[in-house]
């Protein structure tokens, strides 16, 4: 029922940037925690970045510095900023949304979207 469409993804040499969007279809009620993950080939999918209701950030170690997640609440939607980025951040993208409307929890993913960066 609930679509989160994503976009951004593509192809950038090393050093350069992109911006992942992840909007959903629908108004979404009840959002705990937008967040971004990332699965590469051979890997175990991990997480990127978090932002709570009240905009508390977490990040990966291994972009910090680099990536900033962001929302727009009136838009159910979550970004994620990605500069200097490295081979190393190659994956499919997927963006999350968890949250309550009661009286379920619910846990929506985005079809994913491919990042691939080249040296």
């Known amino acids: 029922q609930v679509q989160l469409v994503e976009s951004g993804g593509g192809l950038v040499q090393a050093g350069g940037s992109l911006r992942l969007s992840c909007v959903a279809s629908?108004?979404?009620?009840?959002?705990?925690?937008m967040g971004w993950y990332r699965q590469a080939p051979g890997k175990q999918r991990e997480l990127v970045a978090t932002?709570?209701?009240?905009?508390?950030?977490t990040y990966a170690d291994s972009v910090k510095g680099r990536f900033t997640i962001s929302r727009d609440n009136a838009k159910s939607a979550v970004y994620l900023q990605m500069n200097s980025l490295k081979p190393d951040d190659t994956a499919d993208y997927y963006c999350?949304?968890?949250?309550?409307?009661?009286?379920?929890?619910?846990?929506?993913w985005g079809q994913g979207t491919q990042v691939t960066v080249s040296s």
């Open positions: 629908l108004s979404i009620s009840g959002i705990n925690e």
């Open positions: 999350n949304v968890k949250g309550r409307r009661w009286p379920l929890n619910y846990n929506y």
């Open positions: 932002i709570t209701s009240g905009g508390t950030t």
